[in-house]
């Protein structure tokens, strides 16, 4: 694995318990097909499988995990994993959009950065967590991150429970899963800020 050194990754962060509630609850959940060419103006092909847990429409100054706490008790792994999260960092945070994201082969993800402000990029985190079953190598899948000239300085497996957490915003990307993989490549997604 390389890990740049704006990226924590962490295969112990989320109990073994925790991680198979979460991987079960996240494997029944609904995806919708998007395509982000509407919101984003990136490309007309740029879709994948997305459902919004928790979202706010004023990211800048809204904290949502009082509403990940009003959801259905089968969706509490989720907000577990997030407090755990959240207290793996030695400053605050807050939470402003948890969502889950999926790949299958041919929808592949879209190099990005998380938030359109350069200015605000610098206190914005990312931490997903690779909610499938088991992985496989060859089934690709992998996260890249990449510097500010577009050489990649982070490339991580979706190994099932990984939680990778990626500082300040650069560009990044989840790439294709290959066309042997047997099943969606499934990452819950929390974005939030230091405060």
């Given at each position: 694995m390389l890990v740049g050194s704006n990226v924590r990754v962490s295969d112990t962060l989320i109990p073994e318990a925790l991680c198979e509630s979460l991987i079960e609850c996240i494997s029944w959940m609904p995806l919708h097909f998007l395509n982000r060419w509407e919101?984003?103006?990136?490309?007309e092909l740029d879709m994948h499988w997305y459902y919004p847990v928790a979202f706010s429409?004023?990211?800048?100054?809204?904290?949502?995990?009082?509403?990940?706490?009003?959801?259905?008790?089968?969706?509490?792994?989720?907000?577990e994993a997030w407090r755990l999260?959240?207290?793996s960092h030695d400053y605050p945070v807050r939470l402003y959009e948890c969502m889950l994201g999926a790949n299958t082969f041919g929808t592949e993800g879209r190099l990005h950065q998380d938030i359109?402000?350069?200015?605000?990029?610098?206190?914005?985190?990312?931490?997903?967590?690779?909610?499938?079953?088991?992985?496989?190598v060859a089934w690709a899948g992998e996260t890249l991150v990449f510097d500010d000239d577009m050489e990649i300085t982070s490339a991580v497996m979706p190994k099932p429970g990984r939680v990778m957490i990626i500082d300040g915003d650069p560009a990044h990307v989840g790439r294709s899963v290959s066309r042997i993989c047997p099943?969606?490549?499934r990452v819950l997604v929390f974005k939030y800020w230091a405060v």
């Open positions: 919101r984003f103006k990136s490309h429409e004023t990211p800048y100054t809204t904290d949502i995990e009082p509403t990940l706490a009003e959801l259905d008790s089968s969706l509490h792994p989720i907000l999260i959240k207290a359109a402000e350069a200015s605000e990029r610098p206190r914005h985190r990312t931490a997903l967590v690779y909610c499938n079953k088991e992985w496989k099943t969606d490549r």
